[in-house]
């Protein structure tokens, strides 16, 4: 087997979150290397990229370069929300991971394509065993998903509750300027269509634990793509993927760093537990751990950032998710999205621009006053809105 390679920084997975990482401190003149065999790939999900993520690249990706799909409008049945130019674009997801590693090389990082077999942490460092041989570092960071290796190695597995699934079909030929949005309350999710360039994502996910095996889930996709016609004679090719969406008690006590080890994005559990939107927390983790890397913090700086700035949004969203998919917000809703102000706050939402620390009181300055009173009057509702320790915004 090869001789070692010394490291600043080994990360592991080279999605958004690790080549993000990577770029910022390749900057910085570290050393790093990512390592993923696999990267850039199309992946099993929306591809829904937030303005507020793009801004977040902006000084590394130009996005008039990749393969996107500009969003104009989010319907939801018989309601349409337009969206600005700004809020959302659907990505192909082997064009945007492509360009952040890119990025990332550009400056210096080194990308191999190598499994990852195995990886010790120490008191004196950090040793990976891949494919192309045997790595030391000095930090790891765990970027590989889900079901994340690093993860098991550092931490524990996320269990069964803590994930959703996702699954769907790949509509090929077909495409659109519109997602399409429904949302269902058995099982608890929502169902989707997100166009690509030259395919639709359309998909169904609900918690893993709710009783629905992928079969079951993937039949409700299918009905609802023929319902809704989205897919026309289009051909449908199937996929599945796991999504961390952790509860409330989850964000209290998540797991994000130790002694020479950080995980980040999906590894880490980084995922609007509502939307199950991931891309731009996994952007924002990536740099945060590069920055506590770059400033001496290391895990107690990384950490500290993440309890600061996004660890709170997320657990009001776990909150708020108990109400959201029941009977009675879902039958409200329709009649709220007539509302032109209710509209303007979806939008927002979808942009990522609307934090749910401040949803209920815009609510209540946007809603018909009888709309407002009976979403509010549902105790699990109004539960949710509230602060932790019961203080509002």
Not at 26 to 41: E, M, T
Not at 193 to 212: E, M, T, V, W
Request: proline share 5%; aromatic share 8%.
């Amino acid at each position: 087997m090869p001789a070692a390679t010394e490291l600043d920084v080994a990360i592991v997975g080279g999605g958004p979150a690790g080549a993000w990482a990577a770029h910022q401190l390749a900057v910085a003149g570290a050393r790093v290397a990512v390592f993923d065999p696999s990267h850039p790939r199309e992946k099993p999900c929306g591809g829904g990229v937030t303005g507020r993520a793009l801004e977040a690249v902006a000084n590394a990706v130009d996005v008039r370069t990749l393969d996107t799909t500009l969003i104009v409008a989010a319907r939801f049945g018989d309601s349409v929300v337009p969206l600005d130019e700004h809020a959302l674009v659907v990505a192909s997801r082997s064009s945007f991971d492509a360009a952040l590693l890119d990025a990332a090389e550009r400056q210096g990082a080194s990308v191999r394509r190598s499994r990852v077999a195995g990886v010790a942490v120490g008191p004196a460092g950090v040793t990976i065993t891949a494919a192309d041989g045997i790595h030391r570092a000095r930090y790891l960071i765990g970027a590989d998903g889900a079901t994340s290796l690093v993860r098991r190695r550092v931490a524990r597995a996320f269990r069964r509750d803590q994930l959703s699934m996702a699954t769907g079909f790949y509509a090929r030929g077909v495409t659109s300027r519109e997602i399409q949005i429904e949302f269902t309350a058995c099982p608890g999710g929502y169902l989707w269509s997100f166009p690509r360039p030259d395919h639709l994502a359309i998909g169904i996910c609900a918690q893993a634990d709710a009783g629905y095996c992928v079969a079951e889930l993937r039949a409700r996709a299918a009905d609802w793509t023929r319902r809704t016609n989205l897919a026309r004679d289009a051909a449908l090719v199937p996929y599945s993927w796991p999504i961390p969406s952790l509860g409330p008690s989850d964000f209290a006590r998540i797991e994000l760093a130790g002694e020479r080890w950080m995980l980040v994005g999906d590894a880490a559990g980084l995922v609007d537990p509502i939307t199950r939107e991931g891309i731009f927390f996994a952007l924002e983790s990536g740099a945060a751990a590069a920055a506590a890397l770059i400033a001496g913090s290391a895990a107690g700086g990384y950490a500290a950032a993440l309890h600061r700035d996004i660890v709170p949004e997320l657990q009001r969203a776990a909150r708020l998710k108990a109400a959201f998919f029941t009977p009675p917000f879902l039958r409200l809703l329709p009649a709220a999205l007539q509302s032109a102000s209710v509209r303007a706050v979806m939008a927002d939402l979808i942009a990522g621009r609307q934090p749910y620390r401040t949803l209920k009181w815009r609510l209540l300055k946007t809603f018909e006053v009888a709309l407002a009173w009976r979403a509010l009057g549902d105790g699990r509702i109004r539960q949710a809105l509230r602060e932790p320790g019961g203080t509002r915004r």
